[in-house]
């Protein structure tokens, strides 16, 4: 300590107060500057994500015995999760209907997002507020809102039946997986426009100019041009969606039946009323490394793709 | 088809952008395989124009004639034009490659020949072998070839060429002008440039129109534009020009005798209607075409003392500034320098003599 002490003052041209110097090291340092910025989001993630997780993933090595945890390590639930088919199906059918709910939703949402990054020329933000306006009321509102308009008795199937077109109420509105996708669609459509609107706004126009006079007529030239890249976006919102829904239980158990019921339906119910807390973990865990793996591939399967095409 | 001096053709275009007049009443032609440029300051409709031709922009009223075919029916993407951007629009998710083959994608052309055609391009604008890179790869100047070479692998009719040298430096843009003029000539693909740089229009183009306010002020070859301008307008944006207000005495002979202000009695050829007897015109003199002298020379050319107030060392040639009795502002005087002409009378303050030879006169209308 000493010994150092003598060789950077020796450096120094003149002597500095540790504080001085330490504050030089992070005028000199973007990394630490990064983090300093970071530390309050860093210190909120570490309290309320990392250790419940870490909690989490130690409980599901436990097993349940009663109202007590054994706590020798075992891989059962794991294996359970596997072997049992209501888990897969239930995993399986929950990553179908994210799925679909995000491709639905994308496909929904990029001619919104199109039209106001290449339509609307004033008061955008407006535009951009307005789509926003489903947030306004609580996610379990609008899930109810849903609930009375697709209902047996519901304002589409009164409103067919009214105009004739009908005899007996369409039974697949709701409680089916139908409804969980519709109404999740409804829920998340703002967070896929937002990031596809990004990066339809963020294409320079005589890009699209000089598809035009390079012989594109606008379907030609949507699909050389602005799709490719506006890719970042609709990737982006595709995993925006996807990720979330697939753990959503509110809605598969609201709307969905006993048809729509997805595997966070379980979960829920394995820290309810089953009370087995280490099974229940474990399933949690099995459902974030399966959608991290869909993730990561769509992503690096989307990227090929873009290669390709260029 | 149409002769050739008409392959293209404005008859009557304007351009309104609400209540702004952006391009008044033009009608002119361009020939085939020539290069036009469209000469004039920012705002003054050029751009429009080009836009026009690409058919980005539809004309309020008139019709664009290419190749005898009016336009106005025609979508930009079936013109027989092709354009090079101002900020190049290369296509960042493709590499140059595909960029140069985009335009070719759906023109029922075999795979080898496109890629024929695509190596020929790069070899053509000077970048074998660039065919893997992306834009975020190139330099400007390899960006604005890359551009150049897209368009021109379409084989238009006539190229746009949107101020493609305006974002090179100094140096690479006079190579690329050199470069540019040989590609035209060894192509013939006529091309219509824009460009607020009128060195550039001067040192590219086989004619010039000069453009301000949405109207064309005089179209004519470089040589012409600068020795026989139309207009003070015209004369004062090409190179340099010197005015001075005259009044014309007398006409005779294809001569006018004219009181200039400072200059005192005048004669200056006169072939223009406007110069007659009694009229206020502009007398118009090149920088260049003065000369600057300690004693009054002997040869019988027109000549004014002045007072040198400063000059300015532009290494090829002096820059003298001379303020000359009666006239508000000096006049610019530039001087060859050889090396040999080391004048020590030319110093600051100094009174000498400021000639001129009479047919360097140019006769303008007071506007």
């Known amino acids: 300590m000493n010994e150092t002490t003598i060789e950077v003052s020796a450096l120094a041209p003149s002597p500095k107060s540790w504080g001085r110097r330490l504050y030089a090291w992070y005028l000199r340092s973007d990394a630490l500057k990064g983090f300093t910025l970071l530390s309050p989001t860093l210190l909120v993630m570490g309290l309320t994500m990392l250790i419940p997780f870490g909690i989490m993933v130690t409980i599901s090595f436990w097993a349940q015995i009663g109202f007590e945890f054994d706590t020798t390590f075992t891989l059962a639930n794991y294996g359970e999760g596997v072997e049992q088919p209501l888990y897969r199906a239930l995993l399986l059918r929950s990553l179908a209907i994210s799925g679909t709910c995000a491709v639905v939703t994308v496909l929904v949402s990029y001619p919104m997002a199109y039209y106001v990054a290449f339509h609307v020329h004033k008061h955008k933000m407006t535009w951009i507020i307005l789509m926003t306006v489903p947030f306004f009321t609580s996610y379990l509102l609008r899930v109810f809102a849903w609930k009375v308009i697709l209902g047996y008795n519901g304002v589409i199937n009164s409103g067919l039946k009214g105009l004739g077109l009908i005899e007996e109420p369409l039974a697949f509105l709701l409680y089916s997986p139908t409804a969980v996708v519709i109404t999740l669609a409804h829920a998340w459509a703002a967070f896929a426009i937002l990031p596809i609107y990004i990066s339809l706004e963020k294409i320079d126009r005589s890009l699209l100019e000089a598809a035009t006079d390079l012989g594109d007529g606008p379907v030609k030239r949507f699909l050389g041009v602005t799709l490719p890249l506006s890719m970042p976006g609709v990737i982006a919102a595709t995993l925006m969606i996807f990720i979330p829904t697939v753990g959503d239980y509110v809605t598969p158990a609201l709307v969905g039946g006993p048809d729509g019921i997805m595997i966070a339906n379980l979960i829920q119910a394995q820290f309810g009323l089953v009370n087995n807390w280490p099974m229940g973990a474990a399933l949690a865990i099995d459902m974030m490394v399966v959608v991290a793996v869909i993730s990561l591939l769509y992503i690096w399967l989307t990227r090929k793709i873009t290669e390709k095409i260029a | ?367």
Request: with cysteine; glycine share 8%.
């Open chain 2, 1 to 367: 088809m149409t002769s050739n001096n008409d392959f293209v053709s404005l008859t009557d275009v304007s351009k309104h952008f609400g209540s702004v007049v952006a391009v008044d009443h033009l009608s002119f032609t361009i020939s085939r395989g020539e290069f036009f440029s469209l000469l004039g300051p920012s705002g003054c409709g050029k751009t429009t124009l080009l836009r026009m031709l690409a058919g980005f922009e539809s004309p309020t009223t008139g019709e664009i004639y290419i190749d005898g075919a009016p336009m106005s029916e025609v979508p930009p993407h079936h013109r027989p034009t092709n354009m090079v951007f101002q900020n190049y629009a290369i296509f960042p998710h493709l590499n140059v490659r595909a960029n140069l083959a985009y335009g070719l994608r759906y023109d029922k052309i075999e795979k080898a020949e496109v890629g024929r055609r695509v190596e020929e391009a790069l070899e053509m604008v000077k970048l074998p072998g660039f065919g893997n890179r992306r834009s975020n790869e190139l330099s400007g100047g390899e960006r604005q070839r890359v551009a150049l070479a897209r368009a021109l692998i379409k084989r238009p009719k006539v190229l746009l060429l949107d101020e493609p040298l305006g974002a090179l430096d100094k140096k690479l843009r006079e190579e690329m002008q050199l470069e540019l003029r040989a590609l035209q000539e060894s192509v013939g693909i006529t091309f219509i440039f824009v460009t607020h740089d009128q060195e550039e229009a001067l040192t590219l183009s086989t004619r010039i129109a000069v453009m301000t306010r949405g109207k064309a002020l005089q179209v004519a070859s470089p040589k012409d534009l600068y020795n026989h301008p139309v207009s003070v307008e015209v004369a004062d944006f090409i190179g340099q020009m010197n005015f001075v207000e005259a009044q014309v005495m007398d006409v005779r002979n294809g001569e006018a005798v004219l009181d200039a202000t400072g200059l005192g009695k005048i004669t200056a050829p006169a072939s223009s209607d406007f110069v007659q007897k009694g009229a206020n015109i502009i007398v118009a003199i090149r920088p260049e075409k003065l000369i600057l002298s300690a004693e009054r020379r002997s040869d019988g050319l027109g000549a004014v003392q002045c007072t040198i107030k400063t000059s300015a060392y532009l290494g090829d040639r002096d820059h003298f500034y001379v303020s000359v009795d009666g006239c508000e502002k000096p006049f610019a005087v530039a001087i060859a320098e050889t090396g040999a002409n080391s004048d020590q009378s030319l110093d600051r303050q100094s009174i000498v003599w400021l000639s001129w030879a009479d047919e360097s006169l140019i006769l303008l209308p007071r506007d």
